[in-house]
């Protein structure tokens, strides 16, 4: 694992911290919960496709892109932070976006994440839920190459060998910090979507020989399908980085138990880890994501997974600012 061989453009503020949650960890009576704050990566409110993005957008400018594409359900942090990112080198910015939960609620359709990807100044168009939305975005690419304009393609959630470079290279920054700190891990535990978190982490992991498993938390594809998509990137990631082969099928392992009625419709156990996380550490989780990470964190504690003397790493994705689309599910208005 050799980053440097590798474009990549600074835009996130890492290492993101490494922290305690004692109130959380009582609440639940154990196991020693910790949290990696990827919620802090501070490109326009922060999350996970930051880390992604500095190779991906490293990759546009070293192609002389002049425009990057991407696209994401409504409230996609992936877009925004892409938009964000584009803005700040310099690049426009198309975006296109699923109406993938049909939700009706205009904060949905225009606050949150949609709100940023405006002021970042991006354009955007929509497509009705359902469609090969890759496919959609190398159509809309290719109608831009027509015009005349380099585009460059980003694929939905950055996860393509590249973006997962980013969590390749956050394992190493992970074990950094543990070595520094003496601090033994025996879990990590996070939201798993589009893959490219998961695979990029456990390509990391397993070409360090960290020996720490990765429980990935789905939000919307099940459990065979999710493993599928994480195993076949991690492969190709780890083939990308020259480690071939390190990656192994048992290593990859998805818990898709929390979804609840699907993509983007919080459960209530989503909305109960939103409560948890905000009343004990002081911490804001997601709809979306990172909360059904965090409902499968408390019930898998709760029903014993992890052993009370076990230390278990929450890494936090972000997206807290989707909590604004989401107001009716959370009963504030
Ligand atoms: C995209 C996203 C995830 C999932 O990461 P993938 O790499 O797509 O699996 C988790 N949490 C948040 C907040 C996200 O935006």
């Known amino acids: 694992m050799n980053f440097a061989r590798f474009p990549r453009i600074r835009l996130g ?3 993101t911290p490494l922290e305690p949650m004692p109130r959380l960890t009582k609440a639940l009576g154990g196991p020693e919960i910790w949290i990696k704050r990827d919620d802090c990566t501070g490109l326009s409110t922060g999350g996970n496709k930051t880390r992604k993005l500095e190779f991906l957008m490293a990759e546009a400018k070293a192609q002389g ?3 990057v594409l991407t696209q994401g359900a409504t409230q996609s942090n992936h877009a925004r932070q892409t938009a964000a990112a584009a803005a700040k080198l310099g690049m426009d910015c198309h975006i296109l976006l699923e109406d993938r939960t049909g939700i009706e609620d205009p904060n949905y359709k225009l606050n949150g994440n949609v709100l940023l990807d405006r002021l970042h100044g991006a354009t955007m168009e ?6 090969d939305m890759n496919a959609e975005l190398e159509k809309v690419a290719q109608r831009f190459r027509d015009e005349g304009r380099n585009a460059y393609a980003i694929p939905g959630g950055g996860s393509n060998p590249t973006g997962a470079l980013g969590y390749a ?18 879990h990590i535990v996070h939201a798993t979507g589009s893959a490219g978190t998961q695979a990029g982490l456990v390509t990391g992991l397993s070409a360090l020989n960290a020996q720490i498993p990765v429980l990935g938390i789905g939000v919307r594809a099940p459990k065979p399908k999710q493993e599928e998509n994480v195993f076949n990137l991690a492969c190709a ?8 082969g390190v990656v192994k099928r048992e290593d990859v392992v998805a818990n898709c138990d929390y979804v609840g009625e699907g ?4 459960a209530e156990s989503t ?21 059904k990470g965090g409902a499968g964190l408390i019930d898998l504690i709760r029903k014993g997974h992890f052993g009370k003397e076990e230390r278990v790493v929450f890494l936090h994705t972000g997206g807290a600012i989707g909590l604004t689309a989401y107001t009716k599910a959370l009963g504030v208005i």
């Open 169 to 186: 290279l956050c394992a190493l920054e992970l074990l950094n910090q543990l070595t520094e700190t003496g601090l033994a891990v025996d």
């Open 263 to 266: 993509y983007g419709i919080p």
């Open 237 to 244: 990631t780890a083939e990308k980085l020259g480690c071939a």
């Open 65 to 67: 892109a002049d425009i």
């Open 13 to 15: 503020h890492l290492p």
């Open 271 to 291: 909305l109960e880890a939103i409560d948890l996380f905000a009343r004990t550490d002081g911490i804001l989780l997601d709809p979306v994501y990172s909360a």
């Open 126 to 131: 929509h497509r009705p839920a359902g469609l």
